[in-house]
Every structure is written in structure tokens, then in C-alpha cells.
């Protein structure tokens, strides 16, 4: 079944322990992405990748970083988290990186609702 | 700094009433306007409208882009309790952003029965 797959879908942390959230497709996608979601603030995109060793900052990176050694693996590691980066993130994916007409279908992963303390 | 706006933020109607939620934005390089739905978690995709496609329809729900006035709508007709949801804009920007999407905050809409 063609997914994206976000690990875990729940995490409670403490400030400053790093951690990891996992996100892989299997659909071959060259396009993934991150989104953070708050109340009121819709999705806001934390960092994109185009493709393998390719990432771009997105509107809202402080406090994040990313890697993309294969095409299929997209994590999303927060150093030393803080409280303010408490919500509910996403992991997407898109065809090809040139989000041509059509392309633009982001596949979503379920989410992962982060709370940190 | 590239904008996205929703409005309403939230609306509340009735089963077969018919809704319009508006999405308008400020971007630098503007590529494509999307529209997708986001019911318990996951957005799921509606519409995607270009300068080439400014007017998508599937169903009861319809969508249109208006370049000129940077703006587009999302039609839904003849609502179901099913169609309670975050319904959500974002748009796909080109030139030296490409890859880069931006968001609205989002539109919740409940259907009462």
C-alpha cells in the first residue's frame, strides 16, 4: 500500500533531549517535506527536500534539522527541543520535485503529536 | 514575506445549506493554489488550480482561482455532516522558493444535521 509513515504518532519529551521523528515513503517519491501544525496557525513548513542531499529551508527551520541520504527517508531532529515546539507535525511527500501540475498531490503521513515539557 | 489567508476561521451550518470559504494570498513567484481537507488528521488533497486550470470541480464541491484579484474559493454545496472538516489553502511557490509551500490557517467548517 502506497503511504508515508511517520514514527511515532505520539512523543513526550523533556527540554534539551534530542530526538528523532522518523518518516519514510515507499512510493519513490523525489519531494518530501515538514509541517508543523498549531491552533490557529494552519500548517507552516519546517524544511523540504527536492531530492537525495538536497533540503531547502521551509518558513520555520529554527530549532530543527534534516537529512536525506535516500530517497525514501526523510527524519526530522531536534537537537534540543523546547517547549514551544510542542505540536503536531507532519511528513509529506510529492512526486517529483519539480511539483509540476498534478505533482503538487501531497501524499501526508499520519502525524506525530510531540509535547515537550 | 509570502502570506496565505483563510477566512472564515470557522463556520457553522446546517445539513444542505451551501458554504464558500475564500483563501487569498501575497506571494513572491506564485505557481499553484491547492486546496485540501483535514478531517481527523492527515490532509487529504481536494483541488489543484494553475494560471492554465482556474476552475476545478468534483462532485459538490468546486473551486476557482481569480489571479487578478489573488484570490480563489472553495464551493461546497448541498452539505453533508461529512463534510465537517479543516479545510485547508496552500500555495506552491516558483522561481528561486520553488518547492516551497505556505499555508493558510485553515477553515473549520461544522454541518449540523
Known amino acids: 500500500e502506497a503511504q508515508v509513515t511517520q514514527n511515532p504518532r505520539y512523543l513526550i519529551t523533556v527540554t534539551g533531549k534530542k530526538l528523532t521523528v522518523t518518516c519514510s515513503q515507499n512510493m519513490n517519491h523525489e519531494y518530501m517535506s515538514w509541517y508543523r501544525q498549531d491552533p490557529g496557525l494552519g500548517l507552516r513548513q519546517i524544511y523540504y527536500s527536492m531530492n537525495v542531499e538536497v533540503t531547502d529551508k521551509g518558513d520555520v527551520p529554527e530549532g530543527y534539522k534534516v537529512s536525506r541520504k535516500e530517497k525514501r527517508n526523510f527524519p526530522l531532529i531536534l537537537e534540543s527541543p523546547s517547549p514551544n515546539q510542542t505540536s503536531l507535525y507532519f511528513c509529506?511527500?510529492?512526486?517529483?520535485?519539480?511539483?509540476?501540475?498534478?505533482?503538487?498531490?501531497?501524499?501526508f503521513g499520519s502525524g506525530t503529536q510531540l509535547s515537550v515539557l | 514575506e509570502d502570506k496565505v489567508v483563510q477566512s472564515p476561521l470557522s463556520l457553522v451550518v446546517h445539513e444542505g445549506d451551501t458554504v464558500t470559504l475564500n483563501c487569498s494570498y501575497e506571494?513572491?513567484?506564485?505557481?499553484?493554489l491547492l486546496w485540501y481537507k483535514q478531517e481527523k488528521k492527515a490532509p487529504t488533497f481536494l483541488f489543484m488550480l494553475t494560471s492554465s486550470g482556474i476552475e476545478k470541480k468534483s462532485g459538490r464541491l468546486s473551486s476557482i482561482l481569480d489571479k487578478k484579484e489573488l484570490s480563489s474559493i472553495l464551493n461546497i454545496t448541498a452539505t453533508q455532516t461529512g463534510d465537517s472538516a479543516i479545510y485547508l489553502c496552500?500555495?506552491?511557490?516558483?522561481?528561486?522558493?520553488?518547492?516551497?509551500?505556505?499555508f493558510g490557517q485553515g477553515t473549520i467548517l461544522t454541518v449540523h444535521p
Open positions: 509529506a511527500s510529492s512526486l517529483t520535485s519539480r511539483l509540476a501540475p498534478g505533482d503538487e498531490k501531497l501524499f
Open positions: 496552500a500555495v506552491c511557490m516558483g522561481g528561486t522558493s520553488y518547492g516551497k509551500l505556505t
Open positions: 506571494v513572491t513567484n506564485f505557481r499553484s
